[in-house]
């Protein structure tokens, strides 16, 4: 079996996963994109995951996704990919993932809201950019400060600052990453619930990332709009790397 073959079967496979989690949480089938995390993996990849129509790609460091995006742009100039950004964000990269990033899922901070909004704004005066940023606030689930996020109860401030960007930052909704080694139902019960407390002060704050290889469905049956999807689609990765795939 060839590499194209065998990601389109991997690819049927995730897709009956989202289909039959739709299906139990009587939800409509599209209500849930399908995002495909292309870290550690070569460009080439990248290119046949977009000629199966595949065109959420995720990364989670921006030296590795600022090379590729050239890459595939460069294999598949006509695909259309939108290119997004999930890992945690040093505020020093923002100028260069303003460049390459549709959409930022890992926001959780003031300062890098200030420096996202500063690098889309130069993005644009400079003709690297034409579209204003998506983003996603990255909610902490377990309060662990070493995997990222922001405490729930600071998502309020957040999203006001996001909101007070408007003109270059488009607040999206919430992502997060279940805690390591538990029960991922709790959390994403927990994320539900804030996901909705957020859409009361920002209507169109519509997006629940969550759900990966080992707990999409759960995070499906808990209204996630967006799961990010690795090892199921690609394979295992010679980097471990248990936040995002």
């Known amino acids: 079996m060839d590499r194209r073959d065998e990601i389109a079967a991997s690819l049927t496979a995730v897709s009956g996963r989202i289909d039959a989690a739709c299906r139990a949480a009587g939800r409509p089938r599209d209500e849930v994109r399908l995002l495909a995390v292309t870290k550690t993996f070569p460009a080439t990849d990248a290119a046949l995951l977009t000629d199966l129509g ?9 030296q590795e996704a600022a090379a590729k995006a050239r890459e595939v742009a460069r294999l598949r100039p ?6 997004h950004m999930v890992g945690r964000l040093q505020r020093n990269k923002a100028r260069s993932v303003a ?3 549709a959409e930022v899922q890992s926001v959780d901070s003031l300062r890098l809201v ?3 909004a500063g690098a889309v704004r130069t ?3 400079a003709g690297e950019r034409d579209a204003p940023m998506d983003v996603l606030l990255q909610t902490s689930l ?4 070493a995997r990222g996020g922001c405490p729930v109860d600071g998502l309020g401030r957040l999203a006001e600052a996001v909101a007070r960007e408007s003109d270059v930052l488009h607040l ?3 992502m997060a990453v279940a805690p390591l080694g538990a029960d991922p139902e709790p959390a994403f019960e927990r994320l539900a619930r ?3 407390a957020l859409r009361r002060d920002h209507p169109g704050a519509t997006e629940i990332s969550a759900g990966m290889t080992g707990d999409l469905e759960q995070a499906i049956g808990y209204g996630s709009t967006c799961v990010r999807v690795g090892t199921a689609l690609l394979g295992g990765r010679g980097l471990a790397s248990p936040q995002h795939g």
Do not use: C, H, S
């Open 172 to 174: 999206r909704g919430l």
């Open 99 to 101: 460049r390459w990033a």
């Open 194 to 196: 804030a996901a909705e």
């Open 54 to 62: 595949v065109t959420g790609l995720a990364e989670n460091r921006d």
């Open 78 to 83: 006509e695909a259309g990919v939108r290119w």
């Open 142 to 145: 377990d309060d662990d400060p």
């Open 123 to 125: 993005a644009r005066d």
């Open 114 to 116: 200030d420096a996202l």
